[in-house]
């Protein structure tokens, strides 16, 4: 008997100690903490819960049981005021969010919160881990909706429940959420940390021959250190001349930098293209990052933008006509180039320069093209995590899903009429295919220049033409259907045909016009005329190429007209704005270019010129990580759009350079090592051609041609002598 007072009184001295140690810990917590985790936990307690329809749901099987038995623990631990339920509760998002009014239908929750925060909680169960899951909701009132069709709502669950177990539970209460009797669920998509836990094959392979380049790179600098400070000159000279010394010095990390870093711009170049061509891909990158980013804004932004409600300057045009820059460009610098050959090899172009010329186009434009397309289709998915990762309605994971299948296409630069993968790439694949008819057109000027002229004539006023008819019988009731036709490649045709015209011009005319009054006058005129063109094309609110305006489209949208809408305005504004670009480039070749010639000639934009290829591809990469990985809605405003594109252009330049370091800069090294082999090895060397100057030999001079046709040359020199600083021609006097 007193064994058993004994005992029972050590149990109660025991439950007093419990009870004074609670109560000591509970004193520490300051009242206003106390009466806030009152409350918080009373959400949980207070939650309306369907128990016979949850019992109902799970007797049938339409739910599973470690779905269930989580979820009632989940529910248990709340009302227990546990850590980890407590900070899953937080991580869902709200049934009612602010500015429900202006349209504002989407309330993620808190992403870091339920994935990290949640799984990281110390009295989280073993068997148990959160799984971030978003909802849309139908059935919201189309009063306040504001074109929103679903409401988005982010919810913490417990990871063993599958997609269509929240899809049932979601409405019983179990889960945390509080819907309107009218809502229902109309899609879920969980983040399973699982799907991305190990690497596919494709992944695996990508990730080796990164890393094998990496290791090609180390070597590479290694070897360079070691023959430069260890051996003597003569060995080093003798190891390099060899075929090992000769290969590795193609991936030298230090003299490909001080290639692409070069400055330096040899008299008698158009450096102008430098300027324009950095320009151009700042402004499609700019443009970009509006269109991307404005998808997972909220819903009352998104509107202002794609209706024009919004003060932004500069916007969807830009992105649109600055492609037609770059085609402009490369119809230049392809006609220039090759009639600069045409000229030395006295109008001798046989069916094998003609191979070789492609060939190298090939070479040159598809190594980094190559492999940005592995990391994007085989990496990319890894690169983040949100509430929008994986979203297979979003842009990028739809166009991953066709890179499995259609990547082939745009190995062989035929995407633009696929379109299902890497799907910027549109412009590679039109610049590529006009390159390829540009030998016969360029053989014509040179032969027969009245034929010649004719002929691009022609095809610049077809191009017209099929603009025009397509954008009138897409018109219904004062109305057009605007589709993606504008990647086709009879439609970007206009500006590469100006191009040619003016790079034949500038040629045949040495860059000299005579200086006289009227020369001066005509000038002035024609800069007058430029600058009016080029101002009312690119205001937004009076032209109708606007992407922001079908941002909102699955494929094409009705849109009304106004006074510049119509199919006779549409047909040539490409070409007029590529004319007043074209003017600028023959003003500033010629001497009158002035502050022009020297902004856009500054010598700084020459290694960035470099990277303006790499930089094109690269930047929707970022984009589309960055713009996936956002936790939040992102919210609009001028400052926020500028800051961003601006960070998203210095970002996508580093990764050009890289991306040249480790591809592109010793792609080009192997090419010309392979083709200086076949000179020194083949049994009957290409012919050299005398041009009264010196031996040109044909070989080189197709690789000289495509040089600077994908915007890596160091700029077009065209040989005419007295030029001033920044390359700009003395003007050359004629007299009357």
């Excluded at 040495?510 to 205001?539: E, F, Q, Y």
């Amino acid at each position: 008997m007193d064994a058993e007072l004994m005992m029972i009184a050590t149990l109660l001295c025991l439950l007093a100690n419990c009870r004074a140690t609670t109560d000591n810990t509970h004193a520490d917590l300051s009242p206003g903490y106390r009466e806030f985790r009152e409350h918080f936990y009373g959400l949980a307690q207070n939650k309306p819960i369907n128990w016979t329809m949850v019992e109902h749901l799970v007797h049938d099987g339409q739910v599973s049981r470690p779905c269930f038995k989580h979820s009632t623990k989940l529910h248990d631990d709340a009302t227990a005021f546990k850590t980890y339920a407590g900070r899953m509760l937080d991580s869902t998002g709200k049934t009612i969010p602010s500015g429900l009014f202006q349209g504002d239908w989407m309330d993620f929750g808190s992403y870091q919160g339920c994935t990290v925060d949640s799984n990281s909680a110390p009295d989280r169960p073993t068997d148990f881990r959160a799984t971030y899951c978003r909802l849309n909701w139908g059935g919201i009132p189309r009063e306040v909706a504001a074109g929103m069709k679903h409401y988005v709502q982010g919810v913490c669950v417990p990871n063993s429940c599958t997609d269509v177990d929240v899809t049932r539970l979601a409405s019983t209460g179990l889960l945390g959420l509080k819907p309107m009797a009218s809502w229902h669920v109309e899609g879920v998509l969980c983040q399973r940390e699982e799907d991305y836990a190990t690497y596919s094959n494709n992944a695996v392979t990508a990730i080796f021959v990164t890393a094998a380049i990496l290791l090609l790179l180390v070597i590479s600098a290694l070897y360079e250190f070691i023959i430069t400070t260890c051996l003597s000159e003569k060995t080093r000279r003798d190891l390099e001349e060899g075929k090992a010394g000769r290969f590795l010095r193609c991936f030298s990390v230090y003299n490909n930098t001080k290639k692409l870093l070069d400055t330096h711009q040899p008299p008698g170049q158009l450096s102008t293209l430098h300027g324009i061509r950095v320009i151009s891909c700042m402004l499609i990158i700019y443009g970009h990052t509006i269109v991307m980013q404005v998808s997972v804004a909220n819903m009352v932004d998104r509107q202002r933008v794609i209706t024009w409600e919004t003060s932004f300057p500069l916007y969807g045009n830009h992105l649109d006509l600055a492609a037609d820059a770059f085609f402009l460009l490369s119809g230049l610098t392809t006609s220039y180039q090759f009639l600069k050959h045409l000229k030395r090899a006295g109008g001798i172009f046989t069916w094998k320069d003609l191979g070789m010329c492609y060939i190298h186009r090939y070479a040159r434009v598809t190594p980094v093209y190559a492999f940005l397309l592995m990391i994007y289709a085989c990496l990319f998915v890894y690169m983040g995590t949100g509430p929008n990762w994986a979203d297979p309605t979003l842009k990028a994971m739809t166009e991953l899903q066709g890179c499995s299948t259609s990547f082939w296409t745009n190995l062989l630069y035929i995407n633009n009429y696929f379109n299902k993968c890497f799907k910027w790439a549109w412009f590679l694949a039109v610049d590529m295919q006009l390159f390829i008819v540009s030998p016969g057109i360029v053989l014509l000027l040179y032969r027969t220049p009245k034929r010649g002229i004719v002929l691009t004539l022609v095809l610049l006023v077809s191009s017209w033409v099929i603009n025009a008819v397509r954008y009138h019988t897409q018109q219904e009731d004062g109305a057009f259907t605007v589709t993606y036709h504008n990647r086709d490649t009879i439609i970007r045709l206009g500006p590469y045909m100006i191009g040619m015209l003016l790079g034949y011009l500038l040629l045949q005319t040495n860059r000299a016009v005579p200086d006289t009054r009227k020369t001066k006058v005509l000038m002035l005129l024609g800069w007058m005329v430029c600058s009016a063109v080029s101002i009312l094309i690119t205001i937004p609110k009076f032209t109708f190429c606007t992407y922001g305006m079908v941002l909102q489209s699955e494929g094409s949208i009705r849109i009304k007209t106004t006074t510049f809408d119509n199919p006779g305005w549409m047909a040539f504004y490409r070409s007029l704005f590529a004319t007043s670009v074209a003017w600028l480039v023959y003003a500033c070749s010629v001497g009158y270019g002035g502050l022009m010639t020297e902004f856009l000639s500054w010598r700084g934009w020459a290694p960035l010129s470099r990277l303006s290829y790499a930089a094109y591809l690269v930047h929707p990469i970022i984009l589309h990580a960055y713009t996936m990985s956002q936790k939040t809605v992102l919210f609009f405003s001028v400052a926020n759009w500028v800051v961003s594109a601006l960070g998203i252009i210095c970002l996508a330049f580093l990764c050009a350079f890289a991306a040249s370091l480790m591809v592109e800069m010793p792609c080009m090294g192997m090419e010309q090592l392979i083709l200086s082999r076949g000179r020194q090895s083949g049994s009957k060397p290409a012919p050299p051609v005398n041009d009264g100057k010196r031996k040109y030999n044909t070989v080189e001079a197709v690789q000289d041609m495509g040089q600077a046709t994908n915007g890596r040359a160091g700029g077009l020199s065209t040989g005419v002598k007295g030029t001033t600083v920044n390359g700009e021609p003395s003007v050359q006097k004629k007299e009357n």
